[in-house]
């Protein structure tokens, strides 16, 4: 007889549910980290290696581009060998690749580690949230997705804060060599994590009568082709908002990096609590409405994030701005979870997330185009990008399903 929710996940928090909780968080925080300090440092960056602006961000579209082949090799480990093993070592991979980055002799060097290293960025995000929402209580299901999601601008906020306070003493290669940091969090999960529960519970049984995975998929690709559109407009909506927004205020606005930081904060900030509000109205309201509702108020914070002068209207309108992109955002790792088949958590999440990636890989050069042919204004290439992947996004949830409820824990 199958195993069942109150088999495998308690109802009540326990010390290795928190325990896993901040691992995975923690792991999505510091990839995200790992991740951002190249935004910030894109400029300098580029200068250095002689190249222009446009060329230097197709080190941010190829790691996009590279996650979901991340995802492809990462998850079926953590099937297979289950999630925690696969994490620790995703981590430490993804950590020393970004000191290794600090070394960089010249740009092909450097693109070079950028590919490998979106590779390793892109099995964190599946293996963490499935180790993470197979293990919380059902109950507290929106809140930890919120949560969980929380980790990326947590990240962000974190590459803001040691970009304004270490950059100008450490250099843009120095920011890398800070990014090995994450191997610490992978000695952590090591020693104090748990396992999935509900991986645990699928090897007691016949290899045979456990869920297979390309039936899985074939049986549901409507869901799973919904899905990868779905994470193809989500990361336009975060990354056509987040990537080239410092450099819009160091370029267009010319302010010092310790203002940008400072601003960067800000709207961080507000990501993290937007998130972890719609996380939790999630639970209440249902994974679309709350979606459909965050979006939709992202239009009207375009004029203040956008056209705003001065560095406190810009900074109030992307503060909102970042609040409804990542509220909308933080229902994601629940409502992808909730949507696929048993048997494939550890894969599907976090490779339709991934592949939506790869679709809006060029976001950067695309807006640093249109920046280029609008005479240098980002603020239109911004503003553009941001509406019409915001109206996508209400569209699409319009037209998907409501998966508030499903049971993550059976395993069959």
Avoid: C
């Avoid at 993470?132 to 299901?141: G, K």
């Avoid at 001065?310 to 309108?317: A, F, K, N, T, Y």
């Amino acid at each position: 007889m199958a195993r069942t929710a109150t088999d495998t996940v308690p109802d009540r928090w326990t010390g290795s549910q928190r325990r896993t909780l901040f691992a995975g968080v923690g792991a999505w925080t510091l990839d995200a980290f790992d991740y951002f300090v190249l935004v910030f440092v894109l400029d300098t960056m580029s200068k250095d290696f002689h190249i222009t602006l446009v060329t230097a961000t197709l080190a941010i579209s190829f790691t996009l581009v590279m996650r979901p082949v991340g995802a492809l090799v990462f998850g079926p480990l953590a099937e297979r060998f289950g999630r925690k093993p696969v994490l620790v070592v995703d981590i430490v991979l993804f950590a020393l690749i970004e000191l290794a980055t600090t070394f960089s002799p010249s740009f092909g060097v450097f693109f070079a580690l950028r590919i490998v290293y979106g590779i390793a960025m892109g099995g964190i995000w599946g293996v963490g949230s499935a180790l993470t929402m197979e293990t919380v209580p059902a109950r507290s299901r929106g809140a930890v997705s919120g949560l969980f999601q929380a980790g990326y601008p947590l990240g962000y906020l974190l590459a803001a804060a040691v970009f304004g306070l270490l950059e100008p003493t450490v250099g843009w290669r120095g920011m890398f060599a800070i990014g090995v940091v994450p191997v610490v969090l992978a000695i952590y999960i090591a020693l104090r994590v748990d396992e999935s529960p509900v991986w645990l519970a699928s090897q007691g049984r016949p290899r045979e009568s456990r869920p297979a995975f390309w039936p899985a998929v074939r049986a549901n690709w409507p869901v799973l082709a919904f899905a990868v559109v779905l994470m193809a407009a989500f990361n336009y909506f975060s990354h056509g908002t987040q990537d080239l927004y410092p450099t819009f205020l160091l370029e267009q606005h010319h302010f010092a990096p310790g203002t940008v930081s400072l601003i960067a904060i800000t709207y961080n900030i507000a990501a993290i609590i937007g998130g972890l509000v719609a996380g939790t109205l999630s639970e209440r309201f249902g994974r679309k409405r709350t979606i459909i509702v965050f979006a939709a108020l992202a239009l009207p914070a375009i004029p203040l994030w956008a056209f705003a002068g001065g560095s406190v209207l810009l900074g109030v309108g992307a503060f909102l701005m970042q609040f409804m992109v990542q509220g909308a955002w933080g229902v994601i790792p629940a409502y992808l979870n909730e949507l696929v088949p048993a048997g494939t958590r550890a894969v599907l999440p976090g490779f339709v997330y991934q592949l939506g990636n790869v679709i809006a890989s060029p976001n950067a050069t695309i807006q640093a185009l249109i920046a280029r042919s609008a005479g240098g204004d980002f603020a239109i290439a911004l503003a553009a990008v941001a509406a019409v992947v915001a109206v996508v996004i209400v569209v699409l949830m319009a037209l998907g399903r409501e998966t508030r409820g499903a049971d993550l824990t059976t395993t069959t």
